[in-house]
């Protein structure tokens, strides 16, 4: 089975930084494509950031300047580093894993396999 594992959230002030990790028990975990999503009490999932198989990204314009995805293959995990973080920031970030094709990579449809999610929240 597929698990994927989301950790690092926590209360931080405005300004402050968060590292946001997902570890995925997914064998081929190489070969997908790992995103971050969140959604806030009231709001739609949305998307955050996207990092292909070969590495390139993309981010969504309210995090750009802000955050940076990587992988670790040999580790199978995503990271989402978070600075600068706002009020509006807050919210559940999940990991999503799937084989999404062409470059944005932005919709919740590319992903097959999610996590439970690890909340943000930030003070202003």
């Known amino acids: 089975q597929v698990q994927l594992v989301e950790s690092g959230g926590g209360l931080v002030q405005a300004g402050g930084s968060l590292r946001l990790s997902c570890v995925a028990s997914?064998?081929?975990?190489?070969?997908?494509?790992m995103g971050w999503f969140r959604q806030a009490p009231g709001k739609e999932r949305e998307f955050v950031a996207a990092i292909g198989w070969t590495s390139n990204t993309n981010y969504a314009d309210s995090v750009k300047g802000r955050s940076t995805i990587s992988r670790d293959n040999a580790k199978r995990t995503v990271i989402l580093q978070m600075n600068s973080l706002r009020p509006e920031d807050t919210a559940v970030y999940y990991c999503?894993?799937?084989?999404?094709?062409?470059?944005?990579?932005?919709?919740?449809?590319?992903?097959?396999?999610w996590g439970q999610g690890t909340q943000v929240t930030v003070s202003s």
């Open positions: 999503g894993a799937g084989f999404a094709t062409g470059t944005l990579r932005t919709l919740q449809k590319e992903y097959k396999y």
């Open positions: 997914i064998r081929t975990f190489g070969s997908y494509t």
